[in-house]
């Protein structure tokens, strides 16, 4: 017997993750709800905001509150541009010094550990302000994160997509996917970035392309594509959270949730 009735699991993404937020509007209108949650990055933030019983629409605020870019940010002499603990400044007032298994809903969190190279699962003892940071350290963008002898970096470099750590525990597997692959031509290729970015992204995506028929349900959009991960404008945070709305409630007839749940 299972484990859980139940999963859920929220990708990485940047802003994207607004997605996730807008989806689980739709879920919730439908009365489903989740009894565990696997989350990477940007999926972290939502996850753990759900748990603690934040709806869809004070998600979507929490995401427009954020402001990454501001000089007091920025990291001198560090191996990143933005120093992780600004995030610290915004989850410590929601979450102060709760773990992860005070929560309302099991939440595990995906983040990478840099020096032994392996995936970290943080689970119920630890604190949910370190895992979400971990999770969220975007290599080369914010200074990696450290807890005790461990460095963490974003859970997305080895596992954005983290089915894998609940799908055997769960009768029913729900995912959610903010990072669709970007819609390019030969034009678009003309540098040396261009080719480099492509390169990697092309790498995370087959990764975790196996990964989608894990799921009973899987919610995606590729019109995600067109946003970046750092948006910052509401009008394109609230555009990106009814894209995740309109995703779920798109998908919501072919699913075997419409009979079954």
């Known amino acids: 017997m299972k484990k859980f ?33 696997a989350c990477c990055s940007a999926g972290s ?13 004070e998600i979507l605020d929490f995401f427009k509150s954020i402001y990454f870019f501001n000089w007091h940010h920025f990291a001198f002499n560090k ?18 010094e709760m773990t992860l298994g005070e929560l309302e809903v099991e939440v595990q969190i995906i983040a990478t550990e840099l020096i032994s190279g392996k995936q970290k699962i943080f689970g119920e003892k ?8 971990a999770s969220c350290s975007i290599p080369g963008i914010t200074v990696p994160y450290i ?22 525990d769960c009768e029913k597997l729900i995912g959610i996917f903010v990072s669709p692959l970007q819609e390019v ?17 092309l790498l995370s995506h087959r990764t975790e392309l196996h990964k989608f028929s894990f799921c009973d349900w899987l919610i995606t959009s590729k019109k995600l594509a067109n946003y970046g991960i750092f948006e910052s404008s509401a009008e394109r945070l609230e ?20 009979t079954e749940i």
């Open 147 to 168: 807890v005790g002898d461990e460095m963490f970096s974003d859970g997305g470099v080895l596992n954005n997509f983290p089915v894998d750590i609940i799908h055997q």
């Open 79 to 96: 191996p990143g541009f933005i120093s992780s603990e600004v995030f610290s400044d915004y989850l410590n007032p929601v979450f102060g």
């Open 126 to 133: 630890d604190k949910i302000v370190d895992a979400v940071i």
């Open 5 to 37: 009735k139940l999963g859920l699991v929220l990708s990485g993404g940047g802003t994207r993750g607004v997605a996730h937020a807008g989806a689980l509007k739709f879920l919730m209108e439908k009365n489903i709800h989740p009894d565990v949650l």
């Open 185 to 201: 031509t030969v034009n678009d290729l003309n540098s040396i970035r261009s080719v480099t970015t492509r390169a990697y992204e």
């Open 239 to 258: 555009e990106i959270f009814e894209i995740g709305y309109q995703a779920a409630k798109t998908s919501y007839d072919d699913s075997i949730f419409k």
């Open 45 to 57: 933030i939502v996850g753990t905001l759900y748990a603690i019983g934040k709806s869809p629409l």
